[in-house]
């Protein structure tokens, strides 16, 4: 996901990883990733500035919760997605 706006995100039940990368504009594999991961024993918050790219897994055994603190209400016309395999990143 590709956001036009600023997320303040936290995950009050369960594990997530967060991936986030700028796009890459060189056309080279140079691409930074950045990994967090949030969850009730790593309780944060974590902003995403825009046009930031954002991925993310659950990593518990059973569901987790995302929540996105916002301001606003949610527009999907405004965010990009892309499949996973359009990104080089590893998810293991």
């Known amino acids: 996901m590709h956001n036009i706006m600023t997320l ?3 995950v009050p039940i369960g594990k ?3 991936v986030l990368f ?4 060189k056309g080279n594999s140079d ?4 990994e967090y991961t949030l969850s009730r024993s790593n309780y944060k918050r974590l902003t995403v500035p825009p046009k930031i790219w954002m991925g993310f897994k659950c ?4 569901n ?3 929540l996105n603190v916002a301001d606003i209400e949610h527009d999907p016309k405004e965010v990009e997605t892309k ?6 990143y590893e998810w293991g």
């Open 8 to 10: 303040n995100i936290i």
């Open 16 to 18: 997530i990883k967060f």
């Open 22 to 25: 700028e796009e890459n504009t």
């Open 31 to 34: 691409t930074c990733f950045y």
């Open 59 to 62: 990593l518990s055994d059973s």
């Open 64 to 66: 987790a919760l995302l």
């Open 83 to 88: 499949k996973v395999n359009e990104v080089n």
